[in-house]
Structures are given as structure tokens and as C-alpha cells.
């Protein structure tokens, strides 16, 4: 591994979106950005699906067998919101320019020619160029009705090479995929960004072990949203109704290559959340535990990504 810069201050954002309005997202993400610039943030991470929005409770008329006519307005609604790269980032771009900073967005995109959407998440470099583009390759239970799997090997594992190590991000539930966090240990991830909708107390086990088994910093990040910020004129009212009052709590954190909280999740508000890294401690924990180095056995055990 090449000499890394020794310290990071970065920020991860909890944050709720506009529900499905793109702009008036985008706005906010912007602004965001500028206040976490402000504060002197080299790197900021946002949640999974943050533009338009993660439809969390919906089903968009999706039944096996069938779909309903009605909810089918709802998802063209969410469709037409989607984001297509290429076209809808460049205030965002402009942003993190001029923060001079990293910057990770978690988004629904609307491929440019086909007419799916994919779970994904973009960085961008701190001159506003995009820097990577990953798509979830596996959506999980009934998120697969409205996002396909990643068929582009270049959306597979990106990295990005950063003056504090390789940086990539896993998105929510891929995170429980061991070959996928292998794929990352192998590039020698040391800024890892898992973004979700998950407020689940277990889930905070979860990216405690991947910081202990990466020996990375881990940006656990996590939108929090009411019932109340859902438009009401959604064909699909009954099944907002039916959400508890806070939908998602959030519970953002940055973990240790220890698995030690750096800062404490964070519930039932929106936040952006500061702390100064000190990214000699990646390198230190590899000393006795380096999972896709000295403590590998390849001439039993190999991982082949296709693509």
C-alpha cells in the first residue's frame, strides 16, 4: 500500500429527502454539502436512495402474478423523478467543487437507455468529476420489483484512490454479501462507505464486523424520515397510513478499523455528523489481521469477479 495522507475530517449526513422530487432533493443535498464544506469536510457520505427517495412501505401495485393500474401511477411518478446521471448531477458537481471535497450520493437512477432503474451510488472528486458509479447487484425481497440487478461490470467494485487509501462503498444489504466485501478487501479498501435504509439495532453488528474484518473505517449511513413527509396525493395513501410515525430512525455512525464507534449513532433527527480520522490506524490493525493479504490462503480459497 502506498503512504496514505495521516488525517481525514469527514462527515456523513443523515439525512431525509423531498419525497419524490428530485430538484428540491438535489437542492438540499447541495446545500448540505455547503455547510459540511464550511465545517472543513474532505469526504461527505449520504444515505442509499436519498434522491428521490427510498419508497419505504410501498408496493406500487406489485402482487405475484399481477400489478395494480392504480399504484402503476405512483411508480411512473417515482420513475419520472429518478436520476439520470449524466444529466442531473452537475449542481451537486458544482457543489463538491467547491467544498473541495469527496462526495458520495446515494441514488434511484434512470438508465439512459433502457427504461430500468437501479439502486446506485455515485462519488464524486473534489474538482466535481465522477469518479465512480456503482450499482446494487443484488436489491433486496420486494426492492427488486423496481430496480434491476447490476449487468455493467464497470458499476460492479469501483475504487477510487484517495489521498487518505482506496475508497469504495457496498450498498445497504449487499454489505451481508461476504464475496462482495471480499471484492473490496482485495482492492484494498481503507474508506468504506455502506449506505442504507436500515435502522435495525442488528445492523449496527453488522458494519462493526466488516471495520473489524476490513480493518477500514466504516461511514454507516442512514436516512431518517416521518410518515408525514410522504406526498399525500399518493394513489398508495392506505399503505403510508400504515407506517409507524418515524418510518426510519436513522442510526448514522463512523466505526473504527477496531470496530470501535468513532461517533455514536445518531437517532429520530436529521444530522451531519463530523469526526477527524487518524487513517494510520488502517494501517496499524493490518499488522496482525489483513483479510485479503497475509492472513489469506489463495491456493485454497479464490474470489473471481466476472466481468
Known amino acids: 500500500m502506498r503512504n496514505l495522507e495521516k488525517k481525514l475530517r469527514a462527515a456523513i449526513v443523515q439525512a431525509a429527502p423531498v419525497f419524490f422530487d428530485k430538484q428540491a432533493t438535489l437542492q438540499k443535498v447541495v446545500h448540505q454539502i455547503e455547510e459540511a464544506g464550511r465545517n472543513g469536510a474532505q469526504l ?19 402482487t405475484i402474478g399481477s400489478r395494480s393500474d392504480a399504484e402503476r401511477a405512483d411508480w411512473k411518478r417515482y420513475y419520472d423523478q429518478a ?15 467547491a467544498a473541495g471535497a ?3 450520493l446515494g441514488i434511484t ?7 430500468s432503474l437501479y439502486c446506485s451510488n455515485v462519488i464524486l472528486a473534489p474538482d466535481g468529476t465522477l469518479v ?24 460492479y467494485f469501483p475504487m ?5 487509501g482506496p475508497m469504495g462503498s457496498l450498498i445497504c444489504w449487499e454489505n451481508y454479501m461476504p464475496l462482495a466485501r471480499t471484492a473490496l478487501y482485495q482492492k484494498g479498501v481503507s474508506l468504506y462507505l455502506a449506505p442504507n435504509t436500515n435502522d435495525n439495532p442488528e445492523w449496527q453488528d453488522t458494519v462493526k464486523h466488516i471495520a473489524i474484518e476490513g480493518r477500514c473505517y466504516v461511514f454507516n449511513v442512514d436516512q431518517y424520515f416521518t410518515k408525514d413527509m410522504y406526498p399525500a396525493d ?3 395513501s392506505g399503505a403510508v397510513a400504515k407506517l409507524n410515525d418515524t418510518a426510519c430512525r436513522g442510526g448514522s455512525c463512523i466505526i473504527d478499523p477496531c470496530g470501535h464507534y468513532v461517533t455514536e449513532p445518531v437517532w429520530d433527527r436529521e444530522a451531519i455528523i463530523y469526526a477527524d480520522l487518524d487513517m494510520d490506524q488502517v494501517v496499524l490493525r493490518h499488522m496482525e489481521f489483513d483479510a485479503a493479504g497475509h492472513y489469506t490462503r489463495p491456493d485454497i480459497l479464490e474470489l473471481i469477479v466476472h466481468g
Open 44 to 62: 461527505i457520505v449520504f444515505p442509499e436512495s436519498l434522491v428521490p427517495c427510498y419508497p419505504y412501505g410501498l408496493t406500487f401495485g406489485f
Open 83 to 97: 436520476v439520470v446521471v449524466r444529466q442531473d448531477l452537475q449542481d451537486v458537481a458544482a457543489a463538491a467543487k
Open 102 to 104: 469527496y462526495v458520495s
Open 109 to 115: 437512477e434512470r438508465d439512459e437507455t433502457t427504461y
Open 132 to 155: 465512480a458509479h456503482h450499482r446494487k447487484i443484488k436489491p433486496t425481497g420486494a426492492e427488486r420489483y423496481i430496480w434491476a440487478d447490476s449487468h455493467d461490470s464497470s458499476t
Open 160 to 164: 477510487v484512490q484517495t489521498p487518505w
Open 234 to 236: 399518493l394513489v398508495e
